[in-house]
């Protein structure tokens, strides 16, 4: 999942975009996920880039991110919920995400690939997962296309 990332002390807790205006909002770099993700939510809300304060700079990773809100240089920034929980952050879920593995029919059955998705099957895997948090791996392993 993604979402609102929030300073543990910030006194509000807003549930959308319009609702962080006037709080310092970390950005990411302009080809982050989470900054595509960022112009899509604004656009949505009838918002603009302008009207968020920003503060100077982005952060290169989701662990920079929470890092940024946890040490108090932000108090809110758009990223997943697996960060927030690392950095003892408050989250606040604005979209679900499907990630989708493609993999060459061929590659399928070559060893490298099978020893990879039976670690994956593992309930260790999981395990961790739902230990970060913001994973769903209901349908994991579905075939979604099957091409020539």
């Known amino acids: 999942r993604r979402g609102l990332l929030l300073a543990p002390d910030l006194v509000r807790e807003p549930t959308r975009l319009a609702e962080t205006r006037g709080l310092r909002f970390q ?6 996920g989470s900054q595509l993700v960022l112009a899509e939510l604004l656009a949505r ?9 920003f503060v100077d700079g982005c952060e290169r990773s989701e662990t920079d991110l929470a890092s940024a809100i946890a040490q108090g ?5 758009l990223g997943i919920e697996a ?30 690939f ?3 998705w039976r670690f994956c099957r593992e309930p260790e895997f999981a395990e961790k997962a739902h230990a970060l948090g913001g ?7 579905t075939v979604r296309f099957n091409g020539a």
């Not at 960060?83 to 490298?112: H, M, T, Y």
């Open 45 to 53: 809300e009838n918002l603009t880039q302008a009207d968020l304060r």
């Open 27 to 32: 950005a990411r770099q302009p080809e982050a």
């Open 114 to 116: 099978q020893t990879f």
């Open 73 to 77: 240089r932000a108090e809110v920034g």
């Open 83 to 112: 960060a927030a929980r690392q950095f003892g952050l408050r989250f606040v879920p604005l979209i679900d995400e499907r990630f989708d593995l493609l993999v060459a029919r061929k590659s399928w059955f070559d060893p490298p």
């Open 135 to 141: 994973y769903d791996l209901a349908g994991f392993g």
